[in-house]
T-cell receptor
Framework: AQKITQTQPGMFVQEKEAVTLDCTYD???????LFWYKQPSSGEMIFLIY??????QNATEGRYSLNFQKARKSANLVISASQLGDSAMYFC???????????FGAGTTVTVRA | EPEVTQTPSHQVTQMGQEVILRCVPI?????FYWYRQILGQKVEFLVS????????KSEIFDDQFSVERPDGSNFTLKIRSTKLEDSAMYFC???????????FGSGTRLTVV
């Protein structure tokens, strides 16, 4: 079974600054995938970034980057140059090697201040 | 960009009634999922569906729930005899394989009164 832990229930960040959202995971699988999703107040789930367990380089997508530290079982999301539109709930999720469902963390609410 | 479409976006139903939530996955995707998010809580897996059958289900997905792919495009979640605690956002998702590329729909907010 996969377990995802997000320990930051809420964070405030100043516009144009960077913010790091923590995510740790627990699995016995050798092969797995890590995902980050954004959920704005409107409710939809927006895919941000993906990291495979065998990927040697950290994933990046525009202003989003994933700080993957496999030995520590962490997959932190970094949002650079925060914008007001980044205010949302952010979920870390994981897929194991033998199942295809996603297991989600509890989420972190990010509020960007002008 | 292809998207997963869910209808309705909101549904209010009386306790004890049956509801059907509808989803149109991305056309070339092979794996389909339903997830649930009770307000303010984490997203929970309900069921996955592949090759016209359930491939995995959670303990939440009891006899009250069923899924169906009645034609080549729709994927439905039926909740029989709804309870107050079924009130949640229900997300449909699809992926081309089981490995990656999950796309979520915008969700159906179900309110049981």
């Amino acid at each position: 079974a996969q377990k995802i832990t997000q320990t930051q229930p809420g964070m405030f960040v100043q516009e144009k600054e960077a913010v790091t959202l923590d995510c740790t995971y627990d699995t016995s699988d050798q092969s797995y995938g890590l995902f980050w999703y954004k959920q704005p107040s409107s409710g939809e789930m927006i895919f941000l970034i993906y990291q495979g367990s065998y990927d040697e380089q950290n994933a990046t997508e525009g202003r989003y980057s994933l700080n993957f530290q496999k030995a520590r079982k962490s997959a932190n999301l970094v949002i650079s140059a925060s914008q007001l539109g980044d205010s949302a709930m952010y979920f870390c999720a994981m897929r194991g090697s033998n199942d295809y469902k996603l297991s989600f963390g509890a989420g972190t609410t990010v509020t960007v201040r002008a | 960009e292809p998207e997963v479409t869910q209808t309705p976006s909101h549904q209010v139903t009386q306790m004890g009634q049956e509801v059907i939530l509808r989803c149109v996955p991305i056309s070339n995707h092979l794996y389909f999922y339903w997830y649930r998010q009770i307000l303010g809580q984490k997203v929970e897996f309900l069921v996955s569906f592949y090759n016209n059958e359930i491939s995995e289900k959670s303990e939440i997905f009891d006899d009250q729930f069923s899924v169906e792919r009645p034609d080549g495009s729709n994927f439905t979640l039926k909740i029989r005899s709804t309870k107050l605690e079924d009130s949640a956002m229900y997300f449909c998702a699809s992926s081309p394989s089981g490995a990656a590329g999950y796309t979520f729909g915008s969700g159906t907010r179900l309110t049981v009164v």
